[in-house]
């Protein structure tokens, strides 16, 4: 199984970023997808999760600004960041969990980081 996170870098504040979570050795169409975030210091949280029916739900801390997006043909999630703030600075991760087989995937993590 591998999850392979792009899109990382360097904005300024306001910028947009997209990142991409590229998926493999999984029936993609059977997990839950969830893209989390760890900035230094702090615990792993949940920014933004998008279900098998393609229901969305975001950290509060990003609605509004984020929108996760699923494509079953690609196997792919994404994460467009909108309106970006210094805050928003962490390593984000892909995750995939299909929770009737115990199964959760972590990708390798993509730097993000919003400065001036």
């Known amino acids: 199984v591998q999850l392979v996170e792009s899109g990382g870098g360097l904005v300024q504040p306001g910028g947009s970023l997209r990142l991409s979570c590229a998926t493999s050795g999984i029936i993609f169409g059977f997990y839950a997808m969830n893209w989390y975030r760890q900035a230094p210091g702090k615990q792993r949280e949940l920014v933004a999760a998008?279900?098998?029916?393609?229901?969305?739900s975001y950290a509060d801390s990003v609605k509004g600004r984020f929108t996760i997006s699923r494509d079953d043909a690609k196997n792919t999630v994404n994460l467009q960041m909108n309106s970006l703030k210094p805050e928003d600075t962490a390593v984000y991760y892909c995750?995939?969990?299909?929770?009737?087989?115990?199964?959760?995937?972590w990708g390798q993590g993509t730097q993000v980081t919003v400065s001036s």
């Open positions: 995750n995939a969990r299909r929770v009737e087989v115990n199964h959760n995937y």
């Open positions: 998008i279900t098998r029916g393609f229901s969305t």
